[in-house]
């Protein structure tokens, strides 16, 4: 019996409220690896779910440091060491004309490290979800608000999530295949 695995249950809502609460009950409950879809945003439905924090501001940081040191290094490397011009008798390390170059960097590469770093932490581009398969699925982006149980969460059952995506008022509760 060649069976499709499962990628976890789908409960529908027809509005934002009742997503909001069902999401934190799903939360209380104990599940932890969840999503939602909705048509737009809904305030208070990120921290709902799960997503306090993120490793973007350390992403952004390291990138920062590294365009700074980057930076400095590049220039202090052409003046003192690869190519040193002795200017009116000033130091070869005249670091505060290093000081415009050095910021740029910084701005430059933390910004790069953001960008990359938000795509690899939300796992973009990714032109396929199993959630696409569901038909119902469509209405996401029109009037319909989604949430999703995925089944590597620890506290997922088949049955016993089944019956609490069906206590919390959803209006159908589907099974998103692979």
């Known amino acids: 019996?060649?069976?499709?695995?499962?990628?976890?249950?789908?409960a529908e809502f027809?509005?934002?409220e009742a997503l909001l609460a069902g999401a934190r009950r799903a939360y209380a409950e104990g599940f932890r690896r969840m999503d939602a879809f909705t048509p737009f945003p809904v305030e208070g439905l990120a921290e709902?779910?799960?997503?306090h924090k993120?490793?973007?501001?350390?992403?952004?940081?390291?990138?920062?440091?590294?365009?700074?040191?980057g930076g400095f290094y590049l220039q202090y490397w052409i003046s003192v060491i690869d190519y040193p011009i002795n200017v009116?008798?000033?130091?070869?390390?005249s670091w505060p004309s290093f000081i415009p170059v050095t910021f740029e960097l910084?701005?430059?590469?933390?910004?790069?490290?953001a960008l990359f770093?938000?795509?690899?932490?939300?796992?973009l581009p990714?032109?396929?979800?199993?959630?696409?398969?569901l038909e119902r699925f469509e209405l996401a982006s029109r009037n319909r608000f989604f949430l999703c149980i995925e089944a590597t969460d620890p506290k997922f059952d088949d049955e016993a999530t089944r019956r609490f995506l069906e206590s919390v008022k959803s209006q159908g509760v589907y099974q998103v295949e692979h």
């Open 126 to 133: 990714m032109p396929y979800h199993p959630v696409f398969n």
């Open 54 to 69: 993120t490793g973007i501001p350390l992403i952004v940081l390291i990138g920062g440091i590294i365009g700074c040191v």
């Open 106 to 113: 910084t701005v430059l590469i933390a910004a790069l490290f």
């Open 1 to 10: 019996m060649n069976r499709t695995p499962v990628y976890g249950l789908m």
């Open 14 to 16: 027809t509005n934002p």
């Open 88 to 93: 009116g008798g000033r130091p070869l390390n």
């Open 117 to 123: 770093g938000l795509l690899a932490l939300n796992r």
């Open 48 to 51: 709902a779910i799960g997503f």
